[in-house]
């Protein structure tokens, strides 16, 4: 352990001072920094800091003046369609809709980011309308997890700021801790979710009736993730200490004991979920990522907050581990708890993002760093980071519901070094989050970064992290009317002050006093980060650190950075078999799996390792049948090529992946239907026709809208509340004849999308629209007219909606939404298909289809090939969904299926060596 401790840090300290000292000096060391450097990126202006910290602002103020005016008291902002999300009144989006407790969540999410926003009067009236208006006793079933980050954490963040403004003298005068009693109540409703014998907490409880109660619909989950259950002790333990009630910091205390008894002991790596009844390890996959991140998060700054020694010897623990398994510089992949050397995935989660911020907390830089660039270049590659991308960046999951892990970790480095750089990054944050998720009512989530079209979506994280990391980046300390670094951010960034570490200290006593004598301090690292030792005479330390990761993203080459295990280099020996090269064919392949698990430790691994690649390979093979979606951009009138619909491809007609985008001025034809010759002509003549699906072939439509003149055609589900958030997209196919003759383009679009472009034209008469693969960059000249720079400009922006009361979407149930969809691949290539393609390797197989498939050529350059996979497509015929889909059976899916009894055994083989 090395003492090289900063200022704060320099003496040893009795354990009992340090503990508030630690939470000081923490927060200290990330301040540091920033006066230090003095080189390296071009520094940036006070003027030009305090225009981006302007920009947030009135960005923060577009997305939350459209969210109390369209949308509030519900819990989100629907910004397409410029409405309140109701859960119940929308088509359930699954896991997702358990945030979602008819307690006004943005509001409450947003609370203290109005105080460090310097909106101290709508700090005061958001509060008192939380007071008088929000209700913590509905009849839902909520996330306990999400109910305790965003809500908990944000009546504690709004207390915690409220008492903070009322001891200045000036606002906040009236209140009396009214906030805190919420959360008290708040607090003793999620209590009953810790009633098991782990006392890990059930994922979900019911607000009103809890879990027991016959009414409560709830209470029958035997899993729960780590994060949900390990992400508690923040909030928890402040409402404890507020008020003195000690049973939450136990319980939360109780449950974080529990995961670290469970910790796989050889490799000190927890799994993605436990059973919450028997402790055992549901997941065995570890990462830093989804379904663990906060958990880590939570260790050390439960150690910041609470000055408890035990925390950080935990987080040390995992922390070691994480750098010696998953920690893969810069990448950060998945392993098997069991088999840490293993990896898991061939793919990185967007959550991980958070990460380079939690380990600048920690002081360890370098990584940081590197992470943080690599993560940087595949934004800057598709404008956001996808929900996740594999190990040589390719998209693996297109979306992006606006997550703020890059933005938290860009402000943590800024802080730590200094770096110009940082604030760089953080203009572009801003830029593109303008450019491509800017709605007229709000901001909308991604749904695909590669088209980028939208989803009807705006998350009430958005509102309490982005806007907050985004404006503390820019804000010098006069910015913020109260010292930040009194406070620690909890993982949904809201404020809790580090005086808490010094108040109702009784729990962490009675809890602790026995770990500690038991405690190995040689794996302690009891020093804070100082910079200027991380820096020492060097102020282009983080830039040398950047330097050669500069090209990672662009020049990498598939699978080229996944690391190769120690055991492939056996000097003589064969190298082990990889599922990508497996041919089912192949004799020789088959007598290797024969003995794959039964002949050594080593075959066993390679078995086990062969198993998960094929599942992988399995599920990759289903996402390449996935067909690129196509975008169709309003362009016209307020929209300026701010929403974009994601819209399915035709099998015939222009292909817009190979041509320049159509545009035109959208006109219904007549019959609607189009299914026979148009009756009005004149009105499509030179526009784009707007047709709704059924009775005749797609084909047929087209040619009929062809003939009346028509430069392209949107088909819209005739399934009315149908959307691209709950179906899969297929291709509409031919009729079976030559559609050589259709010239035009042909997109479809599901009923919600479609009744975007039909309000737009009950509002606005013209709509213009765009026809393409990807959404184009707006006109720059509309977007200065539109864009305003300043707060007050952001009022008359917020006035051009588009209106929500001719807006119907009818209910549909996940369930029969799931009905009509698609789940078969009738085209799929099965794995001989692959082995007779080729010209196409392994790995270029692999590939996302709407991504540049690169491979190395001769110079070990990276070049582009352009492998279109065959696509999922559906006539009007396979509309139906009684006629049921021709199932082309999957060798693979045979062939794992098969090897289901091998997997099991392969388990039984993990635990047995337990
Ligand atoms: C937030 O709600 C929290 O940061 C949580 O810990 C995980 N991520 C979401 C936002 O992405």
Partial sequence: MSEAGGRGCESPVPQRARWSLVAATAAFCLVSATSVWTAGAEPMSREEKQKLGNQVLEMFDHAYGNYMEHAYPADELMPLTCRGRV??????????????????????????????????????????????????????????????????????GGHSLAIMLKEKGEYMQWYNDELLQMAKQ?????????????????????????????EARTGTETDTCTACAGTLILEFAALSRFTGATIFEEYARKALDFLWEKRQRSSNLVGVTINIHTGDWVRKDSGVGAGIDSYYEYLLKAYVLLGDDSFLERFNTHYDAIMRYISQPPLLLDVHIHKPMLNARTWMDALLAFFPGLQVLKGDIRPAIETHEMLYQVIKKHNFLPEAFTTDFRVHWAQH?????????????????????????????????????????????????RTGSHEDRMDSFFLAEMFKYLYLLFADKEDIIFDIEDYIFTTEAHLLPLWLSTTNQSISKKNTTSEYTELDDSNFDWTCPNTQILFPNDP???????EPLKNVVDKSCPRGIIRVREESFRSGAKPPLRARDFMATNPEHLEILKKMGAASSIDAEDGLRFMQEMIELSSQQQKEQQLPPRAVQIVSHPFFGRVVLTAGPAQFGLDLSKHKETRGFVASSKPYNGCSELTNPEAVMGKIALIQRGQCMFAEKARNIQNAGAIGGIVIDDNEGSSSDTAPLFQMAGDGKDTDDIKIPMLFLFSKEGSIILDAIREYEEVEVLLSDKAKDRDPEMENEEQPSSENDSQNQSGEQISSSSQEVDLVDQESSEENSVNSHPESLSLADMDNAASISPSEQTSNPTENHETTNLNGECTDLDNQPQEQSETEEDSNPNVSWGKKVQPIDSILADWNEDIEAFEMMEKDEL
């Fill in 540 to 546: 282009l330390y983080a830039q040398s650190i950047r």
């Fill in 401 to 449: 519901p606006l997550r703020p892990e890059f933005a938290e970790s860009t402000y943590f480095l800024y802080k730590a070094t200094g770096d110009p750089y940082y604030l760089e990054v953080g203009k572009t944050l801003i830029e593109n989050l303008n450019k491509y998720a800017r709605v007229p009512c709000g901001f909308a989530a991604m749904k695909d970064v």
């Fill in 87 to 156: 859960r119940g009144q929308e088509p359930s989006r699954g896991d997702v809709d358990d945030a979602l407790g008819k307690f006004s969540l943005t509001l409450i999410d947003s609370l203290d980011t109005l105080v460090v926003l310097n909106k101290t009067k709508e700090f005061e009236d958001a509060v008192r309308k939380v007071l008088r208006d929000v209700n913590l006793d509905n009849d839902v079933v909520v996330s306990v997890f999400e109910t305790n980050i965003r809500v908990l954490g944000g009546l504690l």
């Fill in 186 to 214: 708040l607090g003793y409703k999620l209590l009953p979710a810790f009633n098991t014998t782990s006392g890990l907490p059930y994922p979900r409880i019911n607000l009103k009736f809890g879990i027991r109660k016959p």
